[in-house]
C-alpha cells in the first residue's frame, strides 16, 4: 500500500493536494523542477552499486505493480517490469487476448478487481487517446496511475527517459538544437517529448515531416516545422526519428513506403547535415530502411540502446516516486 493517500488537485489531476506527483500521465503541467527532480533520481538509480542496489530493492516491498498493455509493446512493458521487480515490487503482467474484457468487462471494471487485489500501480497502455486519465478519474486515492502510451496523445515516461539520455549524453538540453524527424501527425512520443524540451528550456525545437504527417497545430507548440529534411536538419544537435505509424493512419497519407524513406529517411548523407557530433535517437520500434538507414542506427552516433537501458531507471525513479517510497531520501532519490 502507498504511503500517500490523498486527493487530486482540480488544476492537475496527476498532483495531488499536498503538491506531489500522485499519477504520471502527461508532462504538460508540469514544472521544470518536477521533471528534473525524476531525471535526478533516475541517475541515482543509474549509478547504483551493489550495496545501493540492494537498498533499491526495498523501496516496493509489499507493493504490487500491475502492467495493462491493452497495446503491443517490448522495451516500455519490459523496461517496466524489470525496474518494478528491482524495486522490490510484486508484478503482475496481463496478457489482453486471455482477459475478461473480451466477455465484455469494462476496462474500469477490469481495474476495480484488480484494485480489490491490492494494486497499488497500474501501468496502463491503449490505443485510445485518454484511457489512463479515465482510469486515474476513477481510482481511490492510494491508486497511482501511469500512462505507458494512450493512442495519438502522450507517452510520458518515453519522453523522460529521452530527456534523461539526452543529458547524459549531450548536458544541458538548454544549449541544444533538435529536429524530431517523420510521423509527428500519429506520435504521442512527439507531442511528449516536445512538450519535454519546452520545460526543460531547449533552445530550438525542429519538427520535419511530410505535409500529410504534420498536424495542424504544430506550430502552436513552440516548435519550427520543415518539410524539406535537408533544410530541417542543418546544424541540428539532437535528431529524434520517429516510427512511421503506418497501424494508425486513415487514407494514403504517403506515396509508398520507398518515397517516404527517399524523402525523409535519415542516411549518413542527411545526418552529415546536422552539426559535427551530432546524435541520434529513435523509441523503437524501429523500421530499417524506412525512417532510418542501418549504417546509422548502428553508428557510434546512436543512442537508440542507451535510450531502452535508461528506461529502466527512469521507470524506477517515476513509480518510487509517486508512491513515496519510505527510503528514497537515504539513497538520495528525492
Ligand atoms: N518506445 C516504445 O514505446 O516501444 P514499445 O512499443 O516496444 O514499448
Known amino acids: 500500500m502507498s504511503s500517500k493517500a490523498t486527493n487530486t488537485s482540480p488544476v492537475n489531476p ?38 545501493r542496489r540492494r537498498e533499491q530493492a526495498n523501496l516496493l516491498i509489499g507493493h504490487t505493480v500491475v502492467n495493462l498493455f491493452f497495446e503491443d ?22 496478457n489482453p487476448s486471455r482477459m475478461s474484457t473480451r466477455k465484455g468487462e469494462t476496462v474500469l471494471d477490469t481495474v476495480r478487481t484488480l484494485e480489490a487485489m491490492d494494486t497499488d500501480i497500474f501501468v496502463v497502455r491503449d490505443s485510445a487517446s485518454g484511457t489512463a486519465h479515465l482510469i ?8 497511482h496511475i501511469i500512462n505507458a502510451g494512450d493512442g495519438r496523445h502522450a507517452h510520458p515516461t518515453q519522453a523522460m527517459l529521452d530527456m534523461y539520455t539526452i543529458r547524459e549524453r549531450k548536458g544541458e538540453i538548454s ?29 530550438e525545437v525542429r519538427v520535419i515531416a511530410p505535409a500529410t504527417l504534420l498536424p495542424t497545430e504544430v506550430e502552436r507548440l513552440g516548435v519550427k516545422a520543415f518539410t524539406d529534411i535537408d533544410e530541417g536538419l542543418k546544424d541540428v544537435d539532437v535528431v529524434m526519428m520517429l516510427r512511421l505509424q503506418l497501424e494508425r493512419m486513415e487514407g ?36 530499417r530502411g524506412l525512417e532510418i538507414a542501418s549504417d546509422v542506427a548502428d553508428s557510434e552516433r546512436s543512442l537508440i540502446l542507451s535510450q531502452v537501458t535508461n528506461g529502466i531507471a527512469v521507470r524506477m525513479a517515476i513509480m518510487a516516486q509517486l508512491v513515496g517510497a519510505q527510503g528514497l531520501q537515504e539513497i538520495g532519490a528525492t
Not at 514544472?31 to 552499486?49: E, R
Not at 544549449?175 to 519546452?198: C, E, P, Y
Open 252 to 287: 494514403q497519407l504517403i506515396p509508398s513506403t520507398q518515397e517516404y524513406f527517399r524523402c525523409y529517411g535519415l542516411n549518413q548523407a542527411r545526418l552529415d547535415r546536422a552539426a559535427p557530433d551530432a546524435v541520434v535517437m529513435h523509441p523503437g520500434p524501429m523500421n
Open 136 to 143: 486515474a478519474r476513477h481510482v481511490p486515492p492510494h491508486v
Open 14 to 51: 496527476q498532483i495531488d493536494d499536498a503538491g506531489h506527483l500522485r499519477h504520471f500521465l502527461t508532462i504538460e503541467g508540469l514544472s521544470k523542477t518536477q521533471l528534473m527532480k525524476l531525471l535526478d533520481a533516475a541517475s541515482v538509480f543509474i549509478g547504483a552499486n551493489s550495496e
Open 175 to 203: 544549449n541544444l538544437t533538435f529536429a524530431i524527424v517523420g510521423d509527428i501527425l500519429h506520435s504521442r512520443v512527439a507531442r511528449s517529448q516536445i512538450a519535454a524540451l519546452k520545460i526543460l528550456g531547449a533552445r
Open 73 to 94: 509493446s517490448t522495451r516500455t512493458r519490459t523496461t517496466f517490469e524489470i525496474a518494478a521487480k528491482r524495486l522490490g515490487a510484486a508484478v503482475i503482467n496481463l
